[in-house]
């Protein structure tokens, strides 16, 4: 095919070229076309074929086919190698989007017993232990993990996730609530390739997601919104969700007239202002709640182990 001095153009081939369908396509590339695959094909089994010796080379156990025997007695089953779901969960823990600052974060690392801690950090602790030997994902059910900045929300949140992905083998994804609606609104971006659904599809299929600072963001109509979306279809599938927010668990302005004007009017945000009232009865659905008090305890000890 000609093209300009000095270049040379590849041929651009009809989207027929690759159709099942067709026994002929007119072309004089088709015989050269099925040579391409059959060479595709063999590189493909060459790779397989090394692959499969590396296995065999690498794991005793299971000599490369992912599978291992397990006898109790006189019975014999076989079950799937470890080395097979390492690999997996190393897959999915890569998957996870897990910020690095937080990637060192683990339960052996949660620190309860430093001078002036909270009896509540210690309870957290056991109650996400707990939720992890637990964790049934036909029941759906998240947690709401609830305390001032530094507590260390965060901190649980991941380690939650990364033993259910290292034990368990459990898909599991990070996203930061702010980032999350940055990233849906990039969507709209006549410019990015992205779209609404390519964001949000893995936020609603994945098995655990942990939406981090829920209520970070100045409420609006769209905000009310977007995450009624999100908690409704993942309450829906039956799908659990781990959130961490910095706002009490408490109704929102208006709703309670316990509270004289002037109280009110000096009172801080609860989490029923920043996501509204219908959806945080959602959460009472959805999670567990629970509740972390203290100082701050990076300002207090500069320390990155919690947040």
């Known amino acids: 095919m000609a093209g300009p001095p000095g270049r040379t153009l590849r ?5 027929g070229l690759h159709s099942t369908f067709l026994n002929s396509t007119g072309c004089t590339q ?21 692959r499969m ?30 080395c097979r779901l390492k690999a997996r969960s190393e897959r999915l823990l890569a998957a996870a989007r897990i910020p690095k600052r937080y990637e060192h974060c683990e339960f052996s690392s949660y620190t309860t017993d430093f001078p002036g801690a909270h009896p509540s950090l210690s ?8 939720f992890v030997q637990e964790f049934d994902p036909r029941e759906g059910t ?8 530094g507590t260390g929300k965060t901190h649980l949140a991941v380690a939650i996730m990364k033993e259910l ?12 609530y702010r980032e999350l609606l940055k990233e849906i609104q990039n969507s ?4 990015v390739q992205t779209t609404e659904l390519d964001v949000l599809r893995p936020v609603f299929d994945t098995d655990v997601l942990v939406l981090d600072e829920l209520g970070a963001v100045k409420p609006t109509e769209w905000v009310w919104d977007t995450v009624s979306l999100i908690l409704n279809t993942r309450y829906n ?14 109704a929102a302005a208006g709703v309670s007239n316990s509270l004289s004007p002037v109280r009110a009017a000096t009172r801080e945000e609860t989490l029923g202002d920043r996501i509204g009232e219908r959806m945080r009865s959602r959460l009472h659905e959805m999670c567990r709640i629970i509740k972390l008090e203290g100082v701050d305890f990076r300002q207090k000890f500069r320390s990155a182990n919690f947040r």
Do not use: M
């Open 165 to 176: 992905i290292l034990s368990r083998g459990v898909p599991c994804l990070f996203y930061d």
């Open 30 to 50: 088709t015989e050269k076309l099925l040579t391409l695959h059959e060479f595709a094909s063999r590189v493909h089994s060459q790779h397989s074929d090394f």
């Open 53 to 82: 010796k590396a296995s065999v080379e690498s794991c005793p156990l299971c000599e490369g086919s992912g599978w291992k025997t397990v006898s109790s007695g006189s019975d014999r089953r076989v079950t799937r190698c470890d």
């Open 123 to 130: 309870l957290a602790h056991i109650s996400a232990s707990r």
């Open 237 to 250: 599938n039956n799908r659990t969700t781990i959130i961490t927010t910095n706002f009490e668990d408490q």
């Open 142 to 149: 998240g947690l709401l993990l609830i305390g001032k900045i």
């Open 11 to 15: 041929p651009v081939f009809s989207s």
């Open 188 to 191: 709209y971006n006549a410019t």
